[in-house]
């Protein structure tokens, strides 16, 4: 009994201090519901049909429902509704546009008559799970994309994303989904930008993850008008952070054929440990689902971060130093078909000398990738779904 005493103080002392358990912390686990209210300003008349957001975010192609489907290995699911435009006497020209509790407010007395937030509520705790409000301004400078002026913490819900309802600033003409991903990774789980310094030809991963540009699209050639629509999936160790993917944990001295099926349909990531680095992480991005249009296909090895090229070129950090932001389409090189392995260039091995990994005979063999990982001067062996 006494124990018990102690356990329940600890846990109003946790209470008192705003901490939650970790469970009820994380925004994208299990099942959720999702409310969009679409508000618009009156000197920003709306352009975008309520249908384009509804196939946006709940659609059964390339929609934010999809997406989380296929990078949480379906473990988290997202479904809820679009309640329709209302128009607000307030003008955009007039607000700044960090405002967030101004326009949230304004949405929640446009639209709060009708809202039975029980019905977004999965976890009963009398808050709609995830609350969008999507507005037809524009945001006036680079620093407004920023999580700060897209997240915040509103009473009537336990997440609450404002979004432009096309694009992010002056780029794109659709629910900006990779936008509100990536923004997300900040400000969720506290993911780095991996982009590098693009503005002079120092691309990071590209659009290899939606940390870099990928947040962007996948390939280097679509229209600005659809950049944020169709976004890459996340980065290795991004997923492992945020609790997704079928990870498997590799420490040996050899070990042959890993198979590796598509990460769209699997969640499989291999982590190779290193006692000097970085751990290596292993995925294969296949032609599938929001995969389907990257420039090449086949095994893309990372470290930590980092995506290790098979061409060796190192592309994407020797790109144009043009002083400003290419954004698509554009000759700059966001990521291409020599990136992955084997890839175009048929390289069927990598060594990390200093590390004393190698992993060779990578193929594609119906539809997986298989490799051998050889450990250099190790004598265990060891595979595990845990890590060690």
């Known amino acids: 009994?006494?124990?018990?005493?102690?356990?329940?103080?600890?846990?109003?002392?946790?209470?008192?201090?705003?901490?939650?358990?970790?469970?009820?912390?994380?925004?994208?686990?299990?099942?959720?519901?999702?409310?969009?209210?679409?508000?618009?300003?009156?000197?920003?008349?709306?352009?975008?049909?309520?249908?384009?957001?509804?196939?946006?975010?709940?659609?059964?192609?390339?929609?934010?429902?999809?997406?989380?489907?296929?990078?949480?290995?379906?473990?988290?699911?997202?479904?809820?509704?679009?309640?329709?435009?209302?128009?607000?006497?307030?003008?955009?020209?007039?607000?700044?546009?960090c405002q967030l509790n101004t326009i949230a407010q304004e949405a929640w007395r446009l639209f709060s008559s009708d809202i039975k937030a029980s019905s977004y509520d999965s976890d009963a705790n009398g808050k709609i799970d995830h609350l969008?409000?999507?507005?037809?301004?524009?945001?006036?400078?680079?620093?407004?994309?920023?999580?700060?002026?897209?997240?915040?913490?509103?009473?009537?819900?336990?997440?609450?994303?404002?979004?432009?309802?096309?694009?992010?600033?002056?780029?794109?003409?659709?629910?900006?989904?990779?936008?509100?991903?990536?923004?997300?990774?900040?400000?969720?789980?506290?993911?780095?930008?991996?982009?590098?310094?693009?503005?002079?030809?120092?691309?990071?991963?590209?659009?290899w993850g939606i940390m870099g540009l990928g947040a962007w699209g996948v390939h280097n050639q679509i229209p600005t008008g659809d950049m944020f629509r169709h976004p890459s999936h996340f980065e290795p160790k991004s997923k492992e952070i945020i609790g997704w993917g079928n990870f498997q944990y590799v420490n040996t001295s050899t070990v042959s054929s890993i198979i590796l099926r598509p990460i769209e349909t699997s969640g499989d990531i291999v982590v190779v440990k290193n006692a000097l680095e970085d751990d290596f992480y292993l995925e294969y991005r296949s032609a599938i689902g929001f995969s389907k249009n990257h420039l090449g296909h086949g095994l893309l090895i990372w470290k930590g971060f980092k995506l290790i090229q098979a061409d060796g070129r190192d592309d994407l950090d020797h790109g144009t130093d043009l002083g400003k932001n290419p954004t698509p389409p554009t000759?700059?090189?966001?990521?291409?078909?020599?990136?992955?392995?084997?890839?175009?260039?048929?390289v069927t091995f990598y060594e990390d000398v200093l590390a004393g990994i190698r992993f060779e005979n990578i193929r594609i063999e119906d539809n997986t990738i298989k490799l051998d990982i050889i450990y250099k001067n190790k004598t265990t062996t060891r595979m595990s779904k845990e890590q060690p």
């Open 132 to 207: 969008f409000i999507l507005h037809s301004g524009r945001v006036r400078s680079r620093s407004n994309m920023e999580a700060p002026c897209a997240f915040m913490n509103f009473p009537k819900a336990d997440h609450t994303a404002i979004l432009q309802s096309q694009g992010s600033w002056i780029y794109g003409n659709h629910v900006p989904i990779g936008y509100y991903l990536h923004e997300a990774g900040h400000q969720y789980f506290n993911l780095p930008d991996l982009y590098g310094d693009h503005h002079h030809g120092h691309y990071g991963i590209g659009m």
């Open 331 to 346: 000759h700059e090189n966001f990521g291409d078909t020599s990136d992955p392995f084997p890839g175009s260039k048929q």
């Open 1 to 97: 009994m006494e124990k018990i005493g102690i356990l329940f103080i600890i846990f109003l002392s946790s209470l008192a201090f705003g901490e939650t358990p970790k469970d009820e912390l994380h925004p994208w686990k299990n099942q959720t519901r999702a409310l969009v209210l679409l508000l618009e300003w009156r000197d920003r008349p709306s352009n975008i049909n309520v249908s384009d957001v509804e196939n946006a975010f709940f659609g059964e192609s390339l929609s934010l429902k999809q997406f989380f489907h296929e990078n949480s290995s379906t473990t988290y699911t997202i479904s809820g509704e679009v309640m329709p435009w209302r128009s607000s006497t307030l003008k955009w020209e007039e607000l700044s546009s």
